[in-house]
């Protein structure tokens, strides 16, 4: 990372970029003697391979991706490190207004619980199969990401297999909205404010809230090209002593108003700074009708979140695993959880090593206990996926 030039560091817009994006306006990135350009980007794939061939110096980025790329899984290796988690949760699968009250029709039972939705859902699979219908279509945001996994492990928990009784399909967030309008996809898993979008422009339905499916969901971290940090380790410590101060301001709720406003510029995010709030609060609508849901921890960005777990990179790897995006081996494991280097955060903020959390802090709301050194153990206890 040459003082020759600023740092470029992509984006997409999405409200838990909120700790990067406030980090450069308010100044802290400067205070720490960084000059910060931030790109905005409109995909993941264009994140990932700017990242990859040095484009960019770093990025926000899907940890998932961040873990696959560092693994070369689905595109050539980048050796990669995530000093810094800038944010746990903040995603919602949304359905249309039809497909929600099929699914409420379907078994007569309430679809608040992603238990009973996910049984709705099994039922009317089924029954679309036997009148020969088209199968049902699905968004998420990358193969590689929480989105997919959430989609996937809520279906799998009502009998509905992913890659066979429905479509998934990889859409950047920003199309998402419009891609449901059309009619050419049936649901969605994205994060803020994108559900909120849908919801307002009378086009969709929140049915969960990403922290329903995972309680503690991995979402966001900063990714570093590993030769950047080796190159000059002193300015990697300073991004990320900046970024928790970002964190910091973002999670003060005195703020919230100017850290909604200054997301909502066309630049940073670019939608309605009253949508960034909701996220923010955690309280949303979910339908045209006015219905509402609170979850503090729908999208959680503060001081608190932002040491990198290595032991939630093994729960991952699980989850890729489990959809055949990778073969269990105790090397990639090991690799994968060494990419989330909370030792670099801990140098850089003086913060103490912490066992706090754990895989299971996950909380997947269903399904087995997890175990990293008992994988295969765990594989095969679910039902729909990989065996080893």
């Not at 700017?50 to 050539?76: E, R, Y």
């Not at 890659?163 to 059309?182: F, K, N, Q, T, W």
């Not at 940073?268 to 921890?297: C, F, K, M, T, W």
């Amino acid at each position: 990372m040459s003082a020759a030039r600023p740092l470029r560091i992509g984006f997409i817009p999405l409200v838990d970029a909120a700790a990067l994006l406030v980090a450069v306006d308010k100044g802290f990135a400067k205070a720490q003697g960084l000059d910060v350009e931030l790109i905005r980007e409109v995909s993941w794939s264009n994140i990932r391979d700017k990242l990859a061939i040095g484009l960019f110096d770093a990025a926000h980025v899907l940890t998932p991706m961040a873990i696959a790329s560092h693994l070369g899984l689905g595109h050539f290796k980048v050796p990669l490190e995530a000093p810094l988690s800038l944010a746990a949760n903040g995603n919602a699968i949304t359905v249309s207004s039809r497909l929600f009250e099929e699914l409420r029709e379907t078994t007569g039972e309430h679809t608040a619980s992603p238990a009973a939705s996910a049984k709705a859902l099994g039922a009317l699979v089924r029954r679309r199969e036997a009148q020969g219908l088209e199968p049902l279509t699905f968004g998420m945001t990358f193969p590689f990401s929480t989105h997919n996994y959430q989609l996937r492990f809520w279906m799998a928990e009502g009998g509905v297999d992913p890659d066979r009784d429905v479509r998934l399909v990889a859409l950047p967030p920003p199309y998402m909205v419009e891609s449901l309008r059309e009619g050419y996809v049936d649901g969605f898993c994205v994060g803020a404010p994108w559900n909120s979008v849908a919801v307002d422009a009378g086009v969709g339905v929140i049915l969960h809230f990403g922290c329903e499916i995972f309680a503690r969901a991995p979402e966001k971290v900063l990714a570093l090209r590993k030769s950047i940090g080796d190159a000059d380790p002193q300015r990697a410590a300073a991004l990320i002593r900046a970024l928790v101060a970002g964190a910091v301001f973002v999670g003060d709720e005195n703020n919230r108003v100017e850290v909604a406003a200054l997301l909502a510029r066309e630049d940073r995010v670019g939608v309605d700074a009253e949508l960034i709030a909701r996220a923010l609060d955690g309280n949303l609508r979910l339908d045209a009708y006015g219905a509402s849901r609170q979850r503090p921890d729908y999208l959680v960005v503060n001081a608190a979140t932002c040491r990198p777990e290595p032991r939630q990179a093994a729960w991952l790897y699980a989850q890729m695993a489990r959809w055949r995006q990778a073969r269990v081996s105790a090397e990639s494991l090991r690799a994968a959880e060494a990419m989330m280097r909370a030792d670099l955060f801990d140098a850089a903020t003086g913060a103490a090593p912490s066992d706090a959390h754990s895989p299971s802090d996950v909380g997947a709301f269903a399904g087995p206990s997890f175990n990293p050194a008992a994988m295969s153990d765990y594989l095969n206890a679910l039902a729909i996926g990989e065996k080893v």
